[in-house]
């Protein structure tokens, strides 16, 4: 005869208490994230990292014309975001006036470095842009022009002179990484930001494109390896995304190895223009990047998004899985 109140018990422990270990991990307390993580049209976001709080830098994703500043948004856990407005305007910029974009920044020193796209040139013979540089004492700003004018002011290469990304070698050498128009360039930064130092063979903007490369270059470093990723495709429509490779030298050479991030047509369209955050002294990482919700076709229509990025066994990024749930709760020790 068999002991239903024992089978009962049975039954209520595997459909109530397994399920809700499954979907909780003890860390998160069941918080997640969400995605967007923040409400707004936000694009280009730069992930960081800045002591005990997570940093998300993005552009404020309007016509040019009104794209004069922008914001940034704090985290302690990747779930709750604070909003910091106005971090940098035009008006601390004299010759920025429009296409503020993509910013990258850095910490060095106890300052912060803040590198932005501005005014979208096409020539550099006629009109004043390309890539400025801002700093502050506190990366909530309020940030100040360092150095008065662009850092980058022509085309070097091809490249437009948007989308850059500031990586720190692991000798300590920062690199100036950017480039639209299907050019990617890299530089090296002088020590203080004030400009370039030339390669030894003479030439300063070193052309490192991979195939299909657009725009959006970041690179970071994993068991010694050199990461370079990059968007593909057009920002305003449903194909854009991204796609990397894997060097021993930040100069390349850079095989594509393929696409990790595209649009899900049951989640979102655009998926593209990303930064990766490592959770320091862990093999953990996320991947910050915008995309377009399904019920929008306005090239600006972008949300600012975190989702995992996962490598295989031989250090192969895995694709991307867009979510709307977000991630869990990672407080920063
Ligand atoms: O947000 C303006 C531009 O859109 C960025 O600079 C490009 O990378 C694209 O995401």
């Known amino acids: ?30 918080k997640k994230s969400g995605n967007p993580v ?33 914001d940034a948004f704090s985290s302690p856990d990747l779930v709750t975001w604070t909003k910091h407005s106005r971090i940098l305007d035009s008006a601390a910029v004299k010759w920025a006036k429009k296409a503020m974009w993509a910013p990258a920044i ?5 300052k912060y470095y803040l590198f932005f796209g501005a ?20 990366p909530a700003g309020p940030f100040r022009d360092y150095l008065g004018k662009p850092l ?30 299907g050019h990617c360039n890299i530089a090296r930064l002088k020590d203080d930001f004030t400009g370039f130092l030339p390669f030894p063979d003479g030439t300063t903007f070193r052309e490192i494109t991979p195939k299909n490369y657009v725009e959006g270059p970041t690179m970071f470093v994993r068991n010694g390896k050199y990461y370079f990723m990059w968007s593909e495709g057009g920002w305003t ?16 050479p850079f095989e594509r190895a393929g696409k990790i991030l595209q649009q899900d047509p049951a989640v979102a369209t655009g998926a593209g223009h990303h ?32 989702d995992r990025l996962y490598f295989d066994e031989k250090g192969a990024i895995k694709p991307v899985k867009i979510t709307v749930a977000g991630v869990d709760a990672q407080p920063l020790n």
């Open 1 to 30: 005869m068999p002991n239903f109140r024992a089978l009962f018990i049975v039954f209520l422990f595997v459909s109530i208490a397994i399920p809700s270990l499954a979907q909780k991990p003890a860390s998160s307390n069941g």
């Open 38 to 70: 923040f409400p707004g049209w936000y694009a280009d976001p730069e992930g960081v990292i800045f002591g005990k709080k997570y940093w998300i830098y993005p552009t404020y994703s309007a016509p040019y014309e009104k794209q004069i500043f922008f």
């Open 106 to 110: 850095v910490e060095k020193d106890g």
């Open 119 to 138: 005014n979208d040139i096409h020539d550099d013979k006629k009109e004043v842009g390309g890539i400025g540089v801002a700093v502050a004492d506190n």
């Open 152 to 181: 980058v002011g022509q085309i070097h290469n091809g490249a437009q002179p948007i989308d850059q990304y500031a990586f720190k070698d692991k000798d300590g050498q920062y690199y100036l990484l950017y480039g639209g128009w």
């Open 237 to 252: 429509g449903p194909n854009y995304s991204v796609a990397y490779a894997v060097s021993n030298s930040p100069f390349g």
């Open 275 to 306: 930064s990766v955050i490592q959770v320091p002294g862990k093999d953990e990482w996320y991947i910050v990047y915008h995309r377009r919700p399904l019920t929008e076709t306005d090239g600006n229509h972008r949300e600012t998004c975190i």
